[in-house]
């Protein structure tokens, strides 16, 4: 009777709240591998835009799937459970790679039976699942594995049923890092990305000393080969395909020796970050004059020998010297690309890098070649070439702190802390502006009485980018890098450097801060961690209570923290008009000894951590188990206006505010 009382419970607040989520369902089967052992299958589907977490997942990232197995005497486990390959992506919010599940995910767990008969295995798997907007608390599911230990290849154990049970309601977790979930168009984005900066990387290579004077000289030979205008046109199409062709190889070649699961691995691993690191450092150097990257001499003789054959192979030779002879200035930009395609940890970012680089490359090429009446068209080489080069050579070694930065923060060393990697890229642009008003010169510059137009104008964008990054010190967001430096929290202060926390909790007053709160950098709101405690202090000051359900995880949650609560006519209100509840879904701190209380949602269950408290309080309360969510309610506990989500229009948010607070009043 009370297990129909539950459901029918249940099933009126699953009608009466959309809001509920159950976007994972999971089932079970055991395939036989030998006599005495088996793999445990564990198979999730999972609903479209939703993803569900890895095992494997940073330290202080989400809360990872995993799982666990009641051990008897009947059975070993033989390693560790395994799952299938993922995907890879980059969390703005904590600087690291986190690796999901889309649509289904398949485990495995082989086991050795020590049994003569036939029994079953129980197991549990707790996980986090998020989409786009929302993210669920963590939540366990009961597992249960038939061992028939007789002839058979498969067998399926029942499935487990999470809807039977209120399992997946009660505690489905929050997102957390990676949280800008990728679904197939956000990983089209990704590849257009890659290719776009390799295109533009590609013309800043043609502006190199090594290659912009090499089209006139390509020119000529077209002319003195080509009988024919159609035939100058035909042979420069070629040529430029050719170009294509070397360097799409070397992006296959690198896809193929490394491989989809070494390419997602480049992202987090400590090594490989550093080796990268030391290999930008010397790109970088090579660039700013201090020797240069070449290839054996020999190769290029052997390939000019070839290019004198003729036709086809002649003009692909020909494409191929460009490539060899051009290479202390291409190798450190093709070098950068594939290291940055590589550790986006998709397998054909290095092959979309290289076609965007080589489009780039290839296309004046082949117009020239087709039109050499274009050719005076263009500007005389001098020093404005060495000029791009120096330029491109800071730009290397500002991408390199990031890698460095990426190893320190899978270490947590915390010694590239936010405000040293600024500091940092302080150094090198403001260098790099002095460099281009012509205030500092480096071995290779020629010498010149003024600086050009463009060369004043890059300054001018170098110098005014410089500027923008230094109230980062004090704790500015910079949003518009917001990707490359540590987040905020990553600091020696969230405050900003040289901020001195005092006592007072509001912009009107220097009140201690009260019993229970806290305040929350960087920008000083008074919030509450625990329910009651904020309850008594708001019925104290008689003013409307802000429920906000969070996680640590949750990279919505940050977003509506550090773009919309900052506003103007939204912090005052938070600071002085609400007490701020928050309350973290996905705090696995465990409830204090004698707190323990059972489950609502399920019955027979304890609750074990103070999150999954929290997580069943908001799925009760207001029939919805996904964060961000705010609640705005009076000192009865009584609702002011309809909750809302993630809400990231200013003055939406704004007005849900004003009018929660005047029902209030």
């Not at 050795?112 to 008969?117: D, G, Q």
């Not at 070397?250 to 997602?264: K, P, R, T």
């Not at 940050?558 to 209100?573: A, S, T």
Request: include cysteine.
């Amino acid at each position: 009777m009370k297990k129909l009382v539950l459901f029918l419970s249940l099933f009126i607040v699953s009608i009466g709240f959309s809001q509920i989520h159950d976007p994972v369902k999971w089932d079970t089967s055991v395939e036989k591998i030998s006599e005495t052992e088996y793999d445990l299958i564990i198979n999730a589907s999972i609903e479209k835009n939703w993803h569900l977490y890895s095992q494997n997942v940073p330290e202080d990232g989400p809360i990872p799937t995993s799982f666990s197995f009641e051990t008897t005497k009947d059975f070993e486990i033989i390693g560790k459970t395994s799952e299938e390959e993922g995907h890879t992506v980059n969390d703005p919010v904590f600087e690291m790679k986190i690796k999901y599940f889309e649509n289904k995910a398949t485990f495995k767990q082989r086991i050795k039976t020590l049994s003569k008969i036939a029994f079953s295995i129980k197991g549990t798997v707790e996980f986090m699942v998020c989409d786009d907007a929302n993210c669920l608390p963590p939540t366990d599911i009961d597992l249960t594995f038939a061992i028939p230990v007789s002839n058979g290849i498969n067998f399926s154990a029942n499935p487990v049923d999470v809807n039977e049970s209120a399992d997946q309601v009660a505690e489905i977790t929050e997102t957390a890092k990676v949280v800008e979930a990728k679904s197939p168009k956000s990983k089209d984005k990704s590849l257009l990305k890659i290719f776009l900066i390799a295109f533009f990387s590609g013309f800043a290579a043609l502006l190199t000393p090594c290659v912009f004077p090499m089209i006139p000289m390509t020119v000529s030979f077209f002319t003195k080969q080509s009988k024919s205008r159609a035939a100058g046109i035909r042979n420069a199409i070629i040529y430029g395909a050719s170009i294509v062709i070397i360097y799409v190889v070397l992006g296959l070649l690198v896809s193929a020796i490394f491989g989809a699961d070494a390419l997602n691995a480049l992202s987090t691993n400590v090594w490989f970050n550093i080796i990268f690191f030391l290999l930008l450092v010397i790109f970088a150097i090579s660039f700013l004059g201090a020797f240069e990257i070449v290839l054996p001499s020999s190769w290029g003789t052997k390939v000019d020998a070839q290019a004198d054959r003729g036709g086809i192979i002649g003009i692909f030779f020909m494409a191929l010297a460009l490539a060899i002879v051009s290479f202390s200035c291409t190798g450190p930009i093709v070098g950068t690309l594939l290291v940055e395609a590589a550790a986006g940890g998709n397998q054909i970012g290095p092959i979309i890098g290289m076609l965007g680089f080589s489009l780039a490359l290839a296309i004046p090429f082949a117009l020239f070649a087709a039109f050499p009446g274009w050719l005076h068209s263009l500007p005389k080489s001098g020093g404005w070439l060495n000029t791009v080069k120096v330029v491109l050579g800071f730009l290397e070694l500002a991408l390199a702190f990031k890698f460095l930065s990426n190893a320190d923060l899978v270490l947590q060393l915390h010694w590239l802390e936010r405000e040293v990697f600024l500091a940092i890229w302080i150094a090198i642009f403001g260098v790099l502006a002095l460099y281009l008003f012509g205030k500092i010169q480096l071995p290779h510059d020629s010498p010149s009485s003024h600086i050009s137009v463009g060369r004043l104008s890059l300054g001018l964008l170098s110098l005014t980018f410089t500027i923008y990054m230094i109230p980062g010190l004090w704790g500015a967001p910079l949003n518009l890098i917001s990707a490359f430096p540590p987040a905020q929290h990553y600091s020696e202060s969230p405050y900003g450097v040289g901020f001195v926390k005092t006592g007072s909790f509001s912009e009107n007053s220097h009140s201690e801060i009260p019993e229970g709160a806290h305040l929350m950098p960087p920008h000083n709101i008074v919030a509450f961690n625990d329910y009651d405690k904020g309850l008594a202090y708001a019925k104290q000051v008689n003013k409307p209570i802000m429920l906000d359900f969070t996680g640590h995880a949750c990279v919505n949650c940050r977003k509506m923290e550090q773009n919309v609560w900052v506003k103007d006519e939204i912090l005052p209100i938070l600071k002085n008009d609400v007490v701020l509840i928050s309350l973290y879904v996905d705090d696995k701190r465990p409830l204090p000894a004698g707190e323990e209380i059972e489950s609502k949602l399920r019955p027979g269950k304890k609750l074990k951590y103070i999150g999954q408290k929290w997580s069943e309080f908001q799925t009760i309360k207001y029939g919805a188990n996904a964060q961000p969510f705010y609640v705005l309610i009076n000192t009865n506990e009584e609702k002011l206006n309809e909750p809302v989500a993630y809400t990231p229009d200013v003055t939406e948010y704004h007005n849900w505010l004003k009018t929660g607070i005047s029902n209030f009043k």
